[in-house]
């Protein structure tokens, strides 16, 4: 465990602000929060009382664009009138970045601070679709975490102030860093799944120390995986869904115990589960994704017994999925929507939407938005037939996930962050 010598940069004219009304007042948001990936519910949906606009462009609906150092694709997260994020900013040494978190005032976009948290070593490896900084903080009431896969974790306060780092977990990884942790209680639990040895770990919240770990029962040909867990109750117990290479598994946060298994062929897993109904929806990525619909009451390996279906057509390999009124919504890599029932698995309907995608799905003001690579947004209205509302182009790369605050929401490109709103 160390703690390294905090660098704090208040940074002052690195932003720019693109108003479209210089008179029109932005109040600071308290209420509704995103503080963490996939938002309140880790499911993508927004509060109900949120109702951002479904058009926009580079000079319409923009409250603010803010310039952001150095590179990262963790979705935006905000509390308290502040927005956090992750970035691998470049050192005067080669090949060097500095692990940081960024925080940005949310009313007028300034960057406010960068704090490094940790350095990176110089020979680290990614995917041309990875950053340095891909996993997406959680913010408490107190306090921020910040998770760089592999290279480490740390914890400060929402001042930036660092309260503790673990780099201790050390494994080699392929491809760079992806899934992020999720908080159930005192523990702060994400996938560790490297070229050997994949496992799920639980640090406590506090210190950072080491809880449990839980290798994964499988000797799958391709061990890496990047996806984050989700947490769900099942008959007044909670569980934490972890997928990985060739498993998925359900465990209990508080002690690692193994509650469910269920086995199936893939790898490198990168959509995070959704529970809807009863169901955890699981994609298992890659090389043919399959997405499996499983009934998580059982105990033991449960893949012959709990697996009510399984369907092979357009299933992501990276976005997540999204349900809504029972169906559930999913757009492939090469950007192919799909809404199938969430009971049978029957296709409801299927449709082009061009592009490459990597970002997951949000549902806010009774709509869907899907954010391609090249920053094109395709705004969908849920049912039983295809329904376009908009699409919209910020013409920027553009691989995080959004987030909505309010009335707002924050979209993430390759060099700055957008807060969108009427």
Known sequence: MSVPTIVARMLTGTFLILACSASRPFAVATEPEWRKFRGPTENGYAPSDSNPPTQWSTGQNIAWRSELPGEGWSTPVASGGKVYLSAAIP????DQFDLS?????????????????????GDAKIHKKNSHASPTPIVTDDRVYVHF???????CDRTGKI????RDL???PTHGNGGTPVLVGDRLIFTCDGDKEPKIVALDAATGELVWQVRRPVDAKKTFSFCTPCVIEVEGRTQVVAPGSDCVLALDPATGETIWDVRYTGYSVVPQPIFDDGRVYVSTSFDNASLLAIRPTGKGIVTETHVDWQTDRNVPKTPSMIAVDGAIYFVSDNGILSS??????????RERLGGGFSASPVYA????????EEGMTTVVKPGDEFQQVARNDLQERTLASPAVI???ILIRTEKALYRIEQ
Not at 91 to 94: F, K, L, Q, S, V
Not at 340 to 349: C, N, R, S
Not at 365 to 372: A, I, R
């Open 101 to 121: 978190l960024l925080i940005v005032d949310f009313e007028t976009g300034k960057l406010v601070s960068s704090i490094a948290l940790m350095r990176q070593s």
């Open 91 to 94: 050192t005067d040494e080669a």
């Open 149 to 155: 896969g592999y290279q480490g974790t740390a914890c």
């Open 170 to 172: 050390k494994f080699k």
């Open 365 to 372: 003001g009774g709509h869907l938005y899907f954010v391609d």
């Open 163 to 166: 309260l503790w780092t673990n």
């Open 406 to 408: 309010g009335n707002a």
């Open 340 to 349: 199938v029932d969430g009971e049978t698995g029957d296709l409801v309907y």
